[in-house]
């Protein structure tokens, strides 16, 4: 089983800066790429910000310049450093991650339970 745990949500002022973390667990033989998801309310999920194992970064064009992604691949966890922030980053934000639990299995997708972020105006 792969377990990912996220933290570091909350509220802020429009403005702030907050940074999510989402640590692995788990019986997992390797990581590929880890990102980023938010969905807010009557809305789709939508990619926020991903990144490869070896640090290629890609990012939604709402987030580009005001959040950062980021992994430490020795603690199996990736980051999200939001600045900036706006209303309408306001969204419950999940972390993702491509695993494999074996050397025989095939990547599969993991997901975290999902930390709310709130921005005030």
């Known amino acids: 089983q792969v377990q990912l745990v996220e933290s570091g949500g909350g509220l802020v002022q429009a403005g702030g800066s907050l940074r999510l973390s989402c640590a692995a667990s788990?019986?997992?033989?390797?990581?590929?790429?880890m990102g980023w998801y938010r969905q807010a309310p009557g809305k789709q999920r939508e990619l926020v910000a991903t990144i490869t194992s070896v640090g290629n970064t890609l990012y939604a064009d709402s987030v580009k310049g005001r959040f950062t992604i980021s992994r430490d691949n020795a603690k199996m966890t990736v980051y999200l450093q939001m600045n900036s922030l706006k209303p309408e980053d306001t969204a419950v934000y999940y972390c993702?991650?491509?695993?494999?639990?074996?050397?025989?299995?095939?990547?599969?997708?993991?997901w975290g339970q999902g930390t709310q972020v709130t921005v005030s105006s």
């Open positions: 788990g019986s997992i033989f390797s990581i590929s790429d």
């Open positions: 993702n991650a491509e695993c494999m639990t074996t050397r025989w299995d095939r990547l599969r997708d993991y």
